[in-house]
């Protein structure tokens, strides 16, 4: 299992949510993958934002062009059941 992030390329502050970043993090995962001799791949995503959409492209094109298998493209991002708490009321 292999994962990355924008943060753990270096990218800090806000060049961490950009498509860019999501793109670098979806190719060194793949390389990663590939440097290890995997042929066949389970996908896991989780998050929000146009920077997912960006990755699991950049993601599929690498793997179509090295002839590589796809088994499952999974969406894992966590869903609150009751939201946030709410701030208290205020007292005049």
Do not use: Q
């Not at 959409?53 to 499952?72: F, G, H, P, Q």
Request: hydrophobic share 40%; proline share 2%; aromatic share 8%.
């Amino acid at each position: 299992m292999f994962w990355e992030s924008g943060g753990t390329l270096g990218f800090k502050n806000s060049r961490k949510s950009t498509v860019y970043a999501a793109g670098a993090a979806a190719e060194k995962v793949i390389s990663k993958a590939m440097h290890l001799g995997y042929n066949i791949y389970d996908i896991k995503m989780k998050g929000t934002g146009f920077g997912k959409r960006n990755a699991l492209k950049t993601i599929i094109k690498i793997i179509v062009k090295a002839k590589l298998i796809i088994t499952s493209i999974e969406e894992r991002t966590s869903i609150p059941h009751n939201g946030c708490r709410l701030p208290k009321k205020r007292r005049l």
